[in-house]
C-alpha cells in the first residue's frame, strides 16, 4: 500500500530549491482559471489522496475571485526564483509563489492558458510520477491512486485515465462527438488502440514526461502529450475512470475551436520528426 502524506511545500525558491527537497512518489498539477466555486473542495480533495505528494496549483490570472480566495488560505507570497525565458525555466516576470496547508501555489502574471500551467508544475515537480487535475469537479481525484497502482505494478510509461471505456454514463452531445472523433484520429495517425485520447488524467513518469520536450501553452498539450509518447514508443495503459462533465453555462472552457487544435496538433506531430528533450 502506499504510504499517505501531504507534501511539506518548498521554501523560497522554485526549481532548484523544489529539487533539493526529498523525492515523492507523485506531482499533482492543479491549473485553474476562474474556478472559485471549485478549487478549494478539489484541493482538499486531493489531499486525502493516500500517496505521498507533491501539490501544486497553477492559477492563470482568474478574474472571477479565484486568485483572492487562494491569497486567503495561503502564506509567504514572494516572487518566483530567477525568472526567465519560458520555454527555458517556466518562469515569467510577475510570477510568484505562495505556500498553503500541504500544497504550493504559483500565481501566473497572466493566462498562459493550461499547457504553461502543466509545464510549470512539472517543472517544480520531484518525483517519481506526475498527473494533471482539473479544478472543476469533472474528475474524481480517488481515480489517481488506481492509475498510480497500476502503473507501479506494470512498468508503463503512462496510465491514461479513460472516460469513454463505459461511455453510457456520459451524455451525448458535441463533446462526446469530438472525443470520440479526436481519439479515432489519433489511434488511425499512431496505431495505438486507446479509448480517450482527450483525457485530463494522463498519468506519467516524470522522466518520461521531462523528455517529451512539451511546446505546446494551451488545451492542446493533452494532444501532444499522446502524440509524441507514441512517437517515442512509449507503453501506455488504460484504466475507466469516474467523469460528471459540466457544459459551458457551468464554466467549461473548452470550446469547438479547441477541437481543430487538438486535430492539427495529432496531424502535425505525426508528419513531424520527433523531439526529445535534452537530459538534465
Same mark, same amino acid.
Given at each position: 500500500?502506499?504510504?499517505?502524506?501531504?507534501?511539506?511545500?518548498?521554501?523560497?525558491?522554485?526549481?532548484?530549491?523544489? &529539487?533539493?527537497?526529498?523525492?515523492?512518489?507523485?506531482?499533482?498539477?492543479?491549473?485553474?482559471?476562474?474556478?472559485?466555486?471549485?478549487?478549494?473542495?478539489?484541493?482538499?480533495?486531493?489531499?486525502?489522496?493516500?500517496?505521498?505528494?507533491?501539490?501544486?496549483?497553477?492559477?492563470?490570472?482568474?478574474?472571477?475571485?479565484?486568485?483572492?480566495?487562494?491569497?486567503?488560505? &495561503?502564506?509567504?507570497?514572494?516572487?518566483?526564483?530567477?525568472?526567465?525565458?519560458?520555454?527555458?525555466?517556466?518562469?515569467?516576470?510577475?510570477?510568484?509563489?505562495?505556500?498553503?496547508?500541504?500544497?504550493?501555489?504559483?500565481?501566473?502574471?497572466?493566462?498562459?492558458?493550461?499547457?504553461?500551467?502543466?509545464?510549470?508544475?512539472?517543472?517544480?515537480?520531484?518525483?517519481?510520477?506526475?498527473?494533471?487535475?482539473?479544478?472543476?469537479?469533472?474528475?474524481?481525484?480517488?481515480?489517481?491512486?488506481?492509475?498510480?497502482?497500476?502503473?507501479?505494478?506494470?512498468?508503463?510509461?503512462?496510465?491514461?485515465?479513460?472516460?469513454?471505456?463505459?461511455?453510457?454514463?456520459?451524455?451525448?452531445?458535441?463533446?462526446?462527438?469530438?472525443?470520440?472523433?479526436?481519439?479515432?484520429?489519433? &489511434?488511425?495517425?499512431?496505431?495505438?488502440?486507446?479509448?480517450?485520447?482527450?483525457?485530463?488524467?494522463?498519468?506519467?513518469?516524470?522522466?518520461?514526461?521531462?523528455?517529451?520536450?512539451?511546446?505546446?501553452?494551451?488545451?492542446?498539450?493533452?494532444?501532444?502529450?499522446?502524440?509524441?509518447?507514441?512517437?517515442?514508443?512509449?507503453?501506455?495503459?488504460?484504466?475507466?475512470?469516474?467523469?460528471?462533465?459540466?457544459?459551458?453555462?457551468?464554466?467549461?472552457?473548452?470550446?469547438?475551436?479547441?477541437?481543430?487544435?487538438?486535430?492539427?496538433?495529432?496531424?502535425?506531430?505525426?508528419?513531424?520528426?520527433?523531439?526529445?528533450?535534452?537530459?538534465?
Amino acid at each position: 500500500m502506499l504510504a499517505s502524506s501531504s507534501a511539506q511545500v518548498p521554501p523560497a525558491g522554485q526549481v532548484a530549491v523544489a &529539487c533539493a527537497a526529498p523525492r515523492r512518489k507523485l506531482t499533482i498539477v492543479i491549473p485553474c482559471f476562474n474556478e472559485r466555486d471549485t478549487v478549494l473542495d478539489v484541493i482538499e480533495r486531493v489531499k486525502s489522496v493516500p500517496v505521498d505528494k507533491f501539490i501544486v496549483v497553477v492559477d492563470n490570472a482568474s478574474t472571477d475571485g479565484t486568485r483572492e480566495l487562494l491569497r486567503s488560505v &495561503c502564506t509567504n507570497e514572494r516572487e518566483s526564483a530567477t525568472p526567465g525565458v519560458a520555454r527555458d525555466a517556466d518562469t515569467f516576470p510577475g510570477q510568484s509563489m505562495l505556500d498553503g496547508d500541504g500544497f504550493t501555489v504559483v500565481l501566473q502574471p497572466k493566462n498562459l492558458r493550461k499547457g504553461t500551467s502543466i509545464k510549470a508544475g512539472l517543472a517544480l515537480a520531484n518525483s517519481e510520477y506526475l498527473i494533471c487535475q482539473d479544478a472543476d469537479l469533472e474528475y474524481d481525484p480517488r481515480d489517481i491512486l488506481r492509475l498510480l497502482e497500476h502503473a507501479d505494478n506494470t512498468g508503463v510509461s503512462a496510465v491514461f485515465g479513460s472516460r469513454l471505456k463505459e461511455p453510457s454514463r456520459l451524455r451525448f452531445d458535441l463533446f462526446h462527438l469530438g472525443r470520440v472523433a479526436l481519439t479515432k484520429l489519433f &489511434c488511425g495517425l499512431y496505431g495505438y488502440s486507446i479509448t480517450d485520447v482527450a483525457t485530463c488524467y494522463k498519468l506519467m513518469r516524470t522522466d518520461v514526461a521531462r523528455s517529451l520536450d512539451m511546446q505546446s501553452a494551451g488545451f492542446d498539450l493533452d494532444f501532444e502529450i499522446p502524440a509524441k509518447l507514441a512517437r517515442l514508443k512509449h507503453s501506455v495503459a488504460e484504466l475507466p475512470v469516474s467523469y460528471t462533465p459540466r457544459g459551458s453555462s457551468g464554466g467549461k472552457k473548452l470550446r469547438w475551436r479547441d477541437g481543430f487544435g487538438a486535430a492539427w496538433t495529432l496531424v502535425r506531430l505525426r508528419v513531424s520528426r520527433p523531439r526529445v528533450a535534452p537530459s538534465m
